[in-house]
T-cell receptor, first 115, second 114 residues
């Protein structure tokens, strides 16, 4: 069964430090896409980064990078130089190309950045 | 500006009533999705649609119904059969093809049963 697991309900990080948010997934499909979204308290969903299952290199977008370990089925998000505005919920998501583009989300990690 | 519009932002429903949440997009996206989010929880997939006149059940479809008569619109009806409908509902749309692209989300509808 397809499943995404985020094992850290809450995380704290000091401002300007790096933090890693964990995401593991379970699928037998060879073709899929992995996404990370940020959800501030306002409720909007903000896209951060994408990694395809066939991509050879880890994705990076500014301060965000995705540590993709396909054999371990993990897609951890690394935020460098944390800022106070990074405090939010973070969701890992997965799209299954062989299942009509089904897109499912993990339970989320609440990140709090301390000044 | 292109985007996804959900309406209303807040919705109150009496027990036993059906209500319909609107989701409209002008991004020319083929795929559309409905999610439910409970406080402090992740997003759970209710229904999704890849093309007009076709849709599939997600993980928690019971008590909900959808239609996809137009590419731009994917309304969600919360029926009286949904036992605990109070939640935050998010609609999303996505382009098709590779390389893949992110899903774009509406601002959400907060439904409360009174």
């Amino acid at each position: 069964a397809q499943k995404i697991t985020q094992t850290q309900p809450g995380m704290f990080v000091q401002e300007k430090e790096a933090v890693t948010l964990d995401c593991t997934y379970d699928t037998s499909d060879p073709s899929y896409g992995l996404f990370w979204y940020k959800q501030p308290s306002s409720g909007e969903m903000i896209f951060l980064i994408y990694q395809g299952s066939y991509d050879q290199q880890n994705a990076t977008e500014g301060r965000y990078s995705l540590n993709f370990q396909k054999a371990r089925k993990s897609a951890n998000l690394v935020i460098s130089a944390s800022q106070l505005g990074d405090s939010a919920m973070y969701f890992c998501a997965m799209r299954f190309y062989n299942q009509g583009g089904k897109l499912i989300f993990g339970q989320g990690t609440e990140l709090s950045v301390k000044p | 500006d292109g985007g996804i519009t959900q309406s209303p932002k807040y919705l109150f429903r009496k027990e036993g009533q059906n209500v319909t949440l609107s989701c409209e997009q002008n991004l020319n996206h083929d795929a559309m999705y409905w999610y439910r989010q409970d406080p402090g929880q992740g997003l759970r997939l209710i229904y999704y649609s890849q093309i007009v006149n076709d849709f599939q059940k997600g993980d928690i479809a019971e008590g909900y119904s959808v239609s996809r008569e137009k590419k731009e619109s994917f309304p969600l009806t919360v029926t009286s059969a949904q036992k605990n409908p109070t939640a935050f509902y998010l609609c999303a749309s996505k382009g098709q093809g590779l390389p893949d692209t992110e899903a774009f989300f509406g601002q959400g509808t907060r439904l409360t049963v009174v």
